[in-house]
């Protein structure tokens, strides 16, 4: 197995780099230069939004800083989390005098450096929302254990519209939790992914296996059994987020997003996403907007997640507010 790069040293920082060189609206801040802002800073008196994470794993994080979307994002080494003045850097360079919300995925180091950072600033008002949309992660009793992964990005959206708009820190922190509590994803993977210093793939999926429930970093999933058609794999990855919701509150309306894990031709996608819309419509549920592509990945794993997310007529609107990302626009 091959990788392009250097080396696996200057792997995060090559990557970057060549990042900010491509879109110019992006640079590279902060004492360790490991945290990505807008070019253009924050607009005065808007609530500042930052995440932050590994690499590995784009468009999330970085990938989703601009107007509409995020402000800041602290960027650490392949599959660790940001340093702590990364962290620092990254909240006090979103902040625009209205505070600042934290909006990552639910993984020990990137709570750890954040926290310890929320203290650190002298930003007055900093709030935090935890992306635990992953339901192979922890039952629907300990949904607060659940990982984070690419519904993650769909938080990112509202709470983003939010503050576009001008809301109060308050309520765009309450929107981003609403999203978050109203998302629910599931992976499935047929081929692991490798670190740039390994020799071996990270988790090794025997030929001809699939594993469903895995996780962004190749954690541990619900089962390993043969390969599958398409229709039986998705129709359990949507069977199974339809059991996770809570009906009453949730509703029957949803934004859906079929995502690559990294190495998976988008025909695939679009096979999957297929089967995925088939069995939401026969739940009596409507797809609002759906989203397929490559929007939170693992290295080069061969494989998809499906995120889907009730929405009501608060959320709704807040997914067709205008963003601009180097990899999600929406006008």
């Known amino acids: 197995m091959k990788k392009l790069m250097n080396s696996p040293s200057t792997y995060v920082d090559d990557s970057l780099s060549g990042l900010?060189?491509?879109?110019?609206?992006?640079?590279?801040?902060?004492?360790?230069?490991?945290t990505i802002v807008r070019r253009g800073g924050v607009r005065k008196g808007k609530v500042g939004?930052?995440?932050?994470?590994?690499?590995?794993?784009?468009?999330?994080?970085?990938g989703y800083?601009?107007?509409?979307?995020?402000?800041?994002?602290?960027?650490?080494?392949?599959?660790?989390?940001?340093?702590?003045?990364?962290?620092?850097?990254?909240?006090?360079?979103?902040?625009?005098?209205?505070?600042?919300?934290?909006?990552y995925g639910n993984y020990g180091g990137d709570r750890m450096n954040f926290d310890m950072a929320s203290k650190m600033t002298r930003v007055e008002q900093v709030r935090t929302v935890l992306g635990i949309d992953d339901i192979?992660?922890?039952?629907?009793?300990?949904?607060?254990?659940?990982?984070?992964?690419?519904?993650?990005?769909?938080a990112f959206k509202t709470a983003g519209a939010a503050a576009e708009g001008g809301a109060p820190l308050e309520e765009v922190t309450r929107i981003a939790q609403k999203t978050v509590e109203r998302t629910h994803s599931i992976g499935l993977a047929w081929a692991g992914c490798r670190l740039p210093s390994a020799d071996e793939p990270l988790v090794d999926i025997s030929d001809g296996d699939v594993e469903l429930g895995i996780g962004?970093?190749?954690?541990?999933?619900?089962?390993?059994?043969?390969?599958?058609?398409?229709?039986?794999?998705?129709?359990?990855?949507v069977e199974r987020i339809l059991e996770d919701r809570v009906p009453e509150s949730d509703g029957n309306?949803?934004?859906?997003?079929?995502?690559?894990?990294?190495?998976?031709?988008?025909?695939?996608?679009f096979i999957a996403y297929r089967r995925a819309h088939e069995v939401l419509t026969t739940n009596d549920i409507s797809i609002a907007r759906s989203f397929v592509g490559s929007f939170a990945t693992s290295m080069e794993?061969?494989?998809?997640?499906?995120?889907?997310?009730?929405?009501?007529?608060?959320?709704?609107?807040?997914?067709?507010?205008?963003?601009?990302?180097?990899?999600?626009?929406?006008?």
């Open 65 to 103: 800083v601009g107007p509409g979307l995020l402000d800041a994002c602290a960027v650490g080494n392949v599959f660790e989390g940001p340093t702590l003045q990364s962290c620092l850097d990254a909240i006090d360079m979103a902040d625009a005098g209205a505070g600042v919300l934290l909006l």
């Open 216 to 237: 962004i970093h190749g954690e541990p999933g619900i089962w390993r059994r043969p390969m599958a058609t398409v229709d039986t794999l998705v129709g359990e990855m």
């Open 49 to 62: 939004i930052v995440t932050g994470g590994g690499s590995g794993h784009l468009p999330l994080f970085c």
């Open 20 to 34: 900010t060189f491509a879109y110019p609206d992006l640079i590279r801040a902060g004492k360790t230069g490991r």
């Open 253 to 269: 309306k949803v934004v859906l997003m079929v995502n690559n894990l990294g190495a998976t031709p988008v025909d695939e996608l």
């Open 301 to 331: 794993m061969a494989g998809m997640s499906i995120s889907v997310c009730f929405i009501d007529d608060q959320i709704e609107p807040l997914f067709s507010a205008p963003a601009c990302s180097p990899f999600w626009s929406i006008q």
């Open 136 to 154: 192979a992660s922890a039952g629907p009793h300990e949904r607060h254990k659940r990982r984070g992964v690419a519904g993650l990005t769909l």
